[in-house]
Structure formats: C-alpha cells, structure tokens
C-alpha cells in the first residue's frame, strides 16, 4: 500500500518539477537575452560615439569659425551685434578674397586681429554702443548646431571670437574657412562653391556623416 502511494505521488511530482525547471532555463535565457541586448546596445552606443568624436575631430580640423558674442539679450545689444558681424564680414571678405587654404585664412585672420578690434569698436560706437570688444583667434567648444543643410558635432574648433562687452547675449556664428558665412542671415543658403570647398577638405565619410540628406533643417544662426 505504501509502495502505490510513493508511486503515485512520483507521477504526481515528477511533472511538476520538469516544468519548474524549463521555467527556471526559460528565465535563465531571458535574463541572458536581456543582458545581451544591453550589451549590444552599449556597444553600439559607444561605436555611434566613437565615429561622432571622429568626425568632430576631423571636421575641426579642416575649418575656422566666426562667432559674434552679444553683451546681453537687450534689443539694443542684438541689434550692435549684427551691426559688428555685417562690418567684420564686409572686411574679411576682401582679405581673405586671395586665401585658398586653412593656414592662410589662419596666417590672415591673425595678422589682422588689430584692425578687425578697432572696425568692430567703431561699429559699437557708431550704434550708440558703449562696450568694449575682444577679438580673438582660440578654441571654443560648441554644442551640435545644424548650419544650411549640415550637422556640424559637438566639440571644440578653432574659432575667430568677436565678445562685445560680457559676451553674455545670444550669440550668431558661421564658417568663415571654407568659407560658408550666408550673405543673409535670415534666408541662410549656401553657396554651391562653399560646399564644393567643404566637400574637398573633408573625406566622403565625413562630409556624407555631417550632410544632412533626407531632411534639410534651417535656422538662425544663434543661440
């Protein structure tokens, strides 16, 4: 009698402890599933991140920024701001008429920094401004900025920096080696020697990675 039952009970366990150990493998591959999904994606993520910094270094190294510093978000300020750029631009624009290369626009750019501080003081006095203005050739870090129908990375570049006063205002920039400073600022297009000089610097993957090709996002060149 007692042998029928341990019997029984064995037909009536056995089973149980099959499917409580399919259920533990089964939980034992979805955990290993999920942490080889993290692992992917990390992976992925730090690829995604590693081909960014190269582009980003790249980029930088083959272009010059301009970038204009407002004193504060004052109309007044703002508007002294523009006046500075459409001057320094109006003047670059003929030194650097002869430049063909990142070294000689750089060569150009630094032998002019003395009158490029006096041009854009007398556009701030001739505003009505008051502040004092800084012109320098440095390295700034930028946050990613879509510029016409390119996704510049974020990072540092090489940048011409024009502060008015504190700096503290809305800012505008461009490129101004290859030069690609729009000749208006509110209807930004780039002109197709511009891009033929970017494409040129840069190689096809790094000019392909920062064209924008499927949706072309343009905006105000501040922030």
């Known amino acids: 009698m007692g042998k029928s039952k341990n019997h029984t009970e064995s037909r009536i366990w056995k089973p149980l402890r099959t499917c409580g150990s399919s259920i533990f493998r089964l939980r034992n591959l979805a955990a290993l599933l999920a942490a080889a999904a993290v692992f992917c994606g990390a992976l992925w993520a730090g690829t995604a991140l590693d081909r960014e910094r190269s582009v980003q270094e790249e980029v930088a190294s083959q272009v010059i920024r301009f970038h204009v510093l407002a004193e504060s978000d004052r109309h007044p300020d703002q508007q002294i701001k523009l006046q500075v750029r459409d001057r320094l631009l109006e003047k670059m624009s003929v030194w650097l008429e002869e430049t063909e290369t990142l070294e000689e626009t ?118």
């Open 106 to 223: 750089r060569e150009c750019l630094n032998s002019h920094l003395e009158e490029l501080t006096r041009e854009a003081e007398a556009a701030v006095r001739e505003a009505g401004g008051t502040a004092g203005v800084t012109v320098e050739m440095t390295r700034e870090n930028f946050p990613v900025r879509v510029y016409g129908q390119y996704r510049f990375p974020a990072g540092e570049y090489e940048t011409l920096r024009v502060k008015i006063g504190s700096g503290g205002g809305h800012n505008w920039w461009c490129l101004i080696f290859p030069s690609l400073c729009f000749q208006n600022s509110l209807r930004p297009v780039i002109s197709r020697d511009g891009e033929r000089k970017l494409k040129y610097v840069l190689s096809d993957e790094a000019y392909d990675s920062i064209l924008q090709k499927e949706k072309v996002s343009i905006g105000f060149l501040w922030f």
